[in-house]
């Protein structure tokens, strides 16, 4: 992937002028009149063909200086995607071996929450690029900081923070959240205990946690149901001036979804990670 957005990344991005099909009718339109003043009767059959050759043109002018730009945001889109599910598998392979099933715990850094690197590279991922959106600037530092003697986990954690989200607790409604950024220390002193938030419990990510939040445990597909719900990592967009139109969100169950932005679940999630951070949405 990476290669690719590479080699996308060097193809320029040429301006397509206003006037470009406007000024293209013109000339054939110009063209056009002097061939009808001056046509002998075997060349009338050029008149249509004239016509459409200067459409094809303005086809292929549009494509040439369109295409890079959406080849890259594809790319760049499908690159986050794959990244996400990579990690998504790689909790789900360490909550198999941890005690009790909970999730990598999360290290709290400049403000965000992000995995624990220590727990998860390179025992469970072994490419650390993933952490990463691809093309953003940050690998050469992020390796530097992983190879070096012993690992700079605080740089580290401080780059991924730039890239994506994970607070290593079960929330899935905003009000749960908003208690969250106030019992931060708590959670940093006992990074694997459940978060005594005054009226409710947050509690650790964990395989099964799902049935603190429905009525019939014994229902599994209300439990299925939750645990699709439950958002547990996202793109970091609190950096970005302007929220992005579109939020890519790792759920509980392991699914990802592209959220629109203006959508009820885009907001939702939004700020539910807004609350858990103590910042605007």
Do not use: C
């Amino acid at each position: 992937e990476r290669v690719r957005l590479a080699v996308l990344d060097q193809l320029p991005d040429v301006p397509l002028p206003e006037d470009l099909a406007s000024r293209t009718l013109e000339q054939t339109a110009s063209l056009e009149e002097f061939r009808i003043a001056n046509a002998t009767p075997w060349q009338s059959w050029a008149k249509a063909g004239t016509l459409l050759l200067a459409f094809i043109l303005i086809a292929v002018a549009m494509v040439t200086v369109l295409y890079p730009p959406r080849a890259r945001e594809a790319a760049r889109r499908a690159s986050v995607e794959n990244n996400l599910k990579q990690i998504g598998l790689a909790f789900k392979m360490y909550s198999n071996e941890a005690k009790g099933e909970r999730f990598p715990p999360a290290v709290h850094i400049d403000g965000y929450w992000v995995p624990d690197l220590r727990v998860l590279y390179p025992k469970y991922l072994s490419d650390p690029n993933v952490f990463l959106r691809p093309s953003d600037g940050d690998d050469e530092d992020f390796h530097a900081a992983l190879n070096s003697d012993p690992p700079d986990w605080d740089t580290a954690h401080r780059i991924v923070g730039r890239h994506i989200i994970y607070t290593g607790y079960a929330m899935n409604a905003p009000d749960q959240a908003a208690e969250f950024e106030e019992r931060m220390q708590v959670a940093q002193a006992q990074p694997d205990a459940d978060v005594d938030a005054g009226e409710e419990t947050i509690y650790r990510l964990r395989e099964g946690i799902e049935r603190f939040f429905i009525g019939d445990i014994n229902n599994p597909a209300a439990s299925a149901q939750v645990q699709s719900t439950i958002p547990i990592l996202i793109e970091n967009v609190f950096d970005t001036p302007n929220r992005p139109r579109r939020l890519r969100v790792l759920y509980l169950d392991g699914h990802l979804e592209d959220l629109a932005a203006g959508t009820a679940e885009y907001d939702r999630v939004l700020q539910i990670f807004a609350n858990a951070l103590g910042r605007p949405r």
